[in-house]
């Protein structure tokens, strides 16, 4: 067999990807499991009506939004509790994923120009030791889990505030808006990668597989640990 | 007097919206000449409908411990001990309406807080969204969350009887003239007098309480210590607080431009460099098998 499939040769992609991931099944390789792509939209989903109800409230230039959710009365009250919802999600998928985003020493200069190269095609900012998740990814991974702590705190004083002094509440005020800019900043470039910018990545996170040349070009340690291909030492 | 509105939270428009020219009101505390009799306690629950609020002991014979949502007007019965024995330092803590209000640049609501052109710093409760943003832009501690109507509620400077030419109800319950309600520029007026005269009597400390830092506020209130305003439970030197105006003023028109630089960003970057697309990556590519 040519194939490190698990399973019965009959069962398709969409099948196996419902419990594995990291499998090839045929012309396809299996990416995130069913329960990983369920927490991925959990936070996306619980995330965007966070948008929704919060911009809004940052600014009346938003103020549109709140319509979608009956108002801004509605969208403050229904924020907070949103915002719960979404720390929630995080958390599940920081434990998730936390073994597969542990950043190597090699790695390290995503955090620098090798971001620019990366965006300008650049094949050096290639790397064939990348794995199942690129510097880039991971970082945005801690970024995004340590953001979303920051958010759940500085949200719960502006949610309560009369239980906290007014320098604390000044900079929960801060942080949250700070934390949130970065977010929604980056959020695009999150969802511009993984749509447009580099084709066949969306469906890792809709079918949960992708084409073997995808995990190639974008990720090669992986491929070669999921296929076994050239050096098939896997840890 | 007119409401017209010269400041609106959270809008553009409501800048000297205001067709017609209206001098800034103002109220004047004389806190030397008050007797704590709480006539004028009592005129703002009657002329604004407020239930009786249940009292705390707090050791003195101050009515609560604090403004409270349905208690808009509050003399703070302050002890102090000087030679001659102890001596009440009674103060009227309510709403000071600022000239630049903490409160409505904090508030994200449109027309929520509003500034009227006569400077009384409203909450208009159609708006408000209960929040609770206006606490932390308070610097005088004012504004206070109603758990009954989920809105904040506070000294409205008796706007209902202003706009019809009356002067607000504490103003005229009180009995020994320590308050009184005219243009700003009268009740300066009247209260550099006062100061010179309490100078005069040995008050030599004796000031005005219009604190600059908010510009002005539209009550304005004579102590005869005027050099420790803390006695009185008054902020020294009170503003918009910093982190406030960073937020609203640094802060969000750069996340503003950020988040549109952001997608303009992405949109600009694929016009330049398009998908990066090696043959077969996409999922069209792969020849799938119907799932």
């Known amino acids: 067999m040519s194939t490190a499939a698990p399973r019965a040769p009959m069962d398709s992609a969409v099948v196996v990807a419902r419990t594995r991931e990291d499998v090839v099944v045929g012309p396809e390789i299996v990416r995130h499991r069913r329960f990983s792509r369920l927490v991925h939209w959990t936070v996306a989903g619980t995330f965007f009506l966070g948008l929704l109800t919060g911009m809004p409230i940052w600014s009346p230039i938003f103020g549109w939004m709140a319509y979608f959710v009956g108002g801004l009365t509605v969208a403050r009250i229904i924020h907070p509790w949103v915002g719960i919802a979404f720390f929630i999600a995080i958390l599940v998928q920081f434990f998730e994923w936390r073994r597969d985003m542990r950043l190597e020493p090699w790695e390290k200069d995503w955090v620098g120009p090798r971001v620019v190269r990366y965006m300008r095609y650049d094949a050096t900012a290639d790397d064939p030791r ?14 995004v889990s340590l953001g979303a702590l920051g958010l759940l705190l500085s949200g719960l004083l502006m949610w309560f505030p009369t239980y906290f002094p007014r ?69 | 007097m007119s409401l017209d509105i010269r400041r609106s939270s959270a809008s553009v428009w409501g800048s000297h919206s205001g067709m017609r020219t209206v001098p800034t009101v103002s109220k004047y505390v004389d806190t030397t000449t008050c007797i704590g009799c709480k006539a004028c306690e009592v ?63 904090a508030c994200p609501a449109p ?14 409760p159609d708006q408000c969204i209960g929040c609770q943003y206006c606490e932390t832009g308070c610097p005088f501690d004012v504004p206070r969350f109603s758990k009954t109507t989920g809105k904040m509620a506070k000294c409205t400077l008796c706007v209902d009887r202003v706009a019809v030419g009356l002067e607000p109800a504490c103003i005229k319950a009180c009995p020994t003239g320590c308050l009184h309600f005219g243009t700003k520029e009268d009740m300066l007026m009247l209260a550099k007098g006062r100061v010179q005269q309490l100078k005069g009597n040995g008050f030599a400390q004796a000031s005005l309480y219009d604190p600059p830092g908010v510009n002005g506020t539209a009550v304005i209130t004579v102590l005869a210590h005027g050099d420790h305003p803390e006695w009185y439970d008054l902020p020294a030197n009170p503003h918009v607080p910093w982190g406030v105006k960073f937020w609203k003023r640094i802060v969000r028109p750069l996340g503003i431009i950020a988040i549109f630089g952001a997608i303009a960003g992405a949109f600009a970057h694929f016009t330049k460099y398009g998908p990066k697309e090696a043959r077969g990556t996409s999922d069209k590519d792969a020849n799938l098998p119907p799932a």
Request: hydrophobic letters at 40%.
């Open chain 1, 130 to 143: 990348t794995g199942k998740y690129n510097g880039g990814q991971k970082l945005y991974f801690w970024a």
């Open chain 1, 167 to 235: 320098w604390l509440l000044e900079l929960a005020f801060v942080i949250h808006d700070v934390t949130f800019i970065l977010f929604a900043a980056s959020l695009v470039f999150h969802i511009y990668l993984s749509t447009a910018a580099e084709p066949g990545t969306f469906g890792s996170m809709i079918r949960g597989t992708v084409t073997r040349t995808w995990a190639r070009v974008h990720h090669p340690r992986w491929y070669r640990e999921v296929t076994g291909e050239e050096s098939p030492r896997r840890p």
């Open chain 2, 43 to 105: 005129a703002c629950q009657e002329w604004n409908d407020l239930p009786p609020v249940e009292t705390h002991q707090v050791g003195t014979y101050q009515t609560l411990p604090t403004l409270h949502p349905e208690y808009w007007n509050l003399i703070r019965f302050n002890e102090r001990d000087f030679d001659g024995g102890i001596v009440w330092l009674m103060r009227k803590d309510q709403c000071m309406h600022c000239d630049e209000p903490g409160c409505l640049e």
């Open chain 2, 111 to 124: 027309g929520a807080i509003v500034q009227y052109m006569n400077g009384i710093v409203d909450v208009n």
